[in-house]
């Protein structure tokens, strides 16, 4: 049940990229460049993150921040709303 989550929520984060245009040159599978971002960001150095995915594309550990800044830049979070009133309870 947890991997069917997983793969759906990746495959969103896809297509959500793939709508945003984010990567100009496709030299490498959307999909690898997405996975290379998220395990990263998870935690990851740039060459572990090279040498995991090694077996499905060979690429420079180096292309792992590039695409990494461009994913944070066009993806970037909601902002926030902040509360106008404050309700205080004086009991």
Do not use: I, Q
Not at 21 to 44: A, D, E, I, M, Q
Not at 48 to 60: E, G, T
């Amino acid at each position: 049940m947890f991997l069917v989550v997983c793969v759906e929520s990746f495959s969103a984060l896809v297509d959500r990229v793939e709508k945003a245009r984010v990567f100009h040159w496709n030299r490498k599978p959307l999909k690898v460049k997405v996975l290379s971002t998220v395990l990263h960001y998870s935690g990851l150095s740039y060459r572990v993150v090279a040498k995991d995915l090694s077996a499905l594309v060979r690429f420079s550990y180096g292309f792992v921040p590039l695409w990494f800044r461009r994913m944070r830049e066009a993806l970037k979070k909601p902002k926030r709303m902040r509360r106008r009133v404050a309700a205080v309870d004086e009991t």
